[in-house]
């Protein structure tokens, strides 16, 4: 389910750079302190302010950025019309309505979804793409590709994609169980917030086995996991991602009492486990 990093991530060649410029002072620190006229051995006051030196002239990347650093190669946007590739052009008041020649003939939904495998198989939301006659996917380089659904589990809101072409390099997330999860434990949110993106929020897993009903009462999922990091239309079927970069979650709901369709600080993810099984995959 996980590829090996194509190339090295950013943080961890700062990490090494850190670490190098850290051995180069204790180097530096024990040769002064060996030929000092007192012979005065390291203590470990010494070693600690050697390290806040590199930390100070090198500071280490956030959990959260790393995070994000492993798991952005694997994240897609999503994006669904309602009308084929061949449906006819009217031309301007010619339709079933009057309407300005600028308004797109059908409706269009954009969402988020993830790579699980590296053949182009995409998790994303059930709802993101319900409705759509045409399905398009762009890669974390840039690239488009046409989109068909190979598999749903709609009692869980999910759906499963397939690309028909990918990049060369495409790289799988890797999946984690939720089994250790614990409330407390920080997460981030990845996806494309009112088609803004990839945009990443931060905070932490607030509850597990939460249960969430959609405003209109049309469907009710159970055993979520209820998360802080801020969440908005665009963000389902994005990946909600531990410190070690592991998706844990997929995004499917955000709980708000008034019609503003906005984030408040409740949001919803249909755990890892149930994602996968929609795939066909084993559980962890």
């Not at 005065?40 to 030196?53: E, G, H, N, S």
């Not at 984690?176 to 931060?202: H, K, W």
């Not at 844990?248 to 099984?277: D, S, W």
Request: charged share 20%.
């Amino acid at each position: 389910m996980s590829l090996a990093t194509a190339k090295r991530p950013v943080w961890r060649e700062r990490l090494a750079w850190a670490a190098i410029g850290l051995l180069l002072v204790l180097l530096g620190m024990f040769s002064t302190r060996a030929f000092s006229p007192l012979g005065q051995p390291l203590t470990q006051k010494d070693i600690d302010a050697a390290v806040r030196r590199s930390l100070e002239k090198e500071p280490l990347p956030s959990a959260y950025a790393k995070a994000y650093d492993a798991i952005a190669p694997s994240v897609v946007r999503v994006e669904g019309d309602d009308e084929p590739d061949d449906a006819p052009t009217l031309p301007p008041g010619k339709g079933k309505k009057k309407a300005d020649a600028d308004e797109p003939h059908g409706k269009h939904a954009t969402g988020t979804g993830v790579v699980i495998v590296d053949n182009g198989t995409i998790l994303t939301n059930l709802h993101v793409i319900s409705g759509s006659k045409r399905l398009k996917v762009t890669f974390s380089d840039g690239s488009e590709s046409p989109a068909s659904v190979v598999g749903v589990q709609p009692e869980n809101d999910l759906a499963v994609l397939r690309a028909q072409t990918i990049p060369d390099d495409l790289q799988a997330a890797t999946m984690r169980s939720t089994s250790d999860l614990n409330p407390g434990d920080e997460v981030i949110a990845v996806g494309y917030p009112f088609g803004i993106g990839p945009s990443v929020s931060g905070g932490v897993v607030s509850g597990l086995k939460r249960e969430f009903r959609s405003p209109q009462g049309q469907r009710k999922l159970t055993n979520l996991i209820q998360f802080d990091a801020a969440a908005n239309p665009g963000n389902s079927g994005g990946p909600l991602v531990t410190m070690d970069g592991s998706v844990v979650g997929i995004v499917t709901a955000i709980l708000n009492p008034t019609e503003a369709r906005t984030f408040i600080g409740i949001g919803f993810a249909v755990p890892i486990e149930n994602a996968a099984a929609a795939a066909g995959m084993p559980p962890f």
